[in-house]
């Protein structure tokens, strides 16, 4: 079965500082996307950034990029230059073609000012 | 244009009561899925709907069932509530179900609580 770990039920940065959030994934496919999603506290899940497993490269969304590793099954996002608005849950989740989207239990970022 | 919206925002149900949540997909999207979020947890995949047909499930007993209308909108009745059925539940919707990298918009959620 398809399961997204993500290791650090929390996170703290300074603010302007660069913070990396791990996420690991287990399957067997070799077609699938992966996805990083964003809950502030007002609950509503936002698309932060996505990679299709056919790629090599990188996804690169401004101010956030992933480094994924399909060999090892990881898929960590990067956040630069941290703003206080970056502050919220954050979710990896997996998905296939035959498969529904899976998500992992989430890391709290914390922004200080 | 408006996104994905859900109601109710809160509601509150007794033990085997039965309650219905609505969900508008975002305009131009045919593809509305259904996941519960527990508190504290990541969302889990209840069901999607597509051509106002349940296209995969999820590991969610026959208690949850949901219906897609002709105009894409879609309902999530739950049966004989739990106090384990108290979360958010958040609806999802895009554009086709494949492929599978179209992006999911996500509405605000209703927050179920169970008592």
């Known amino acids: 079965a398809q399961t997204v770990t993500q290791s650090q039920p929390e996170m703290s940065v300074q603010e302007a500082e660069t913070v990396t959030l791990s996420c690991t994934y287990d399957?067997?496919?070799?077609?699938?996307?992966l996805f990083w999603y964003k809950q502030p506290p007002s609950r509503q899940m936002i698309l932060v950034i996505r990679q299709e497993a056919y790629k090599q490269q990188n996804a690169t969304e401004n101010r956030f990029s992933v480094n994924f590793q399909k060999a090892a099954k990881s898929f960590s996002l990067k956040i630069s230059d941290s703003q206080l608005g970056d502050a919220a849950m954050y979710f990896c989740a997996y998905r296939s073609a035959v498969n529904d989207m899976r998500f992992g239990a989430g890391t709290r970022l914390t922004v200080k000012p | 244009d408006a996104g994905v919206t859900q109601s109710p925002t809160h509601l509150i149900k007794t033990r085997g009561q039965q309650v219905t949540l609505r969900c508008s997909p975002k305009s131009g999207h045919d593809t509305v899925s259904w996941y519960q979020q527990a508190l504290g947890q990541g969302p889990q995949f209840i069901f999607q709907y597509y051509e106002e047909e349940e296209r995969q499930r999820g590991n969610f007993p026959d208690r949850f069932s949901g219906h897609q209308f002709p105009n894409y909108s879609s309902e999530l009745n739950v049966n004989a509530l739990l106090l384990g059925d108290s979360a958010l539940y958040l609806c999802a919707s895009s554009l086709d179900p494949e492929p599978s990298y179209n992006e999911q918009f996500f509405g605000p959620g209703t927050r179920l609580t169970v008592l």
């Open positions: 399957t067997s496919e070799s077609d699938y996307y």
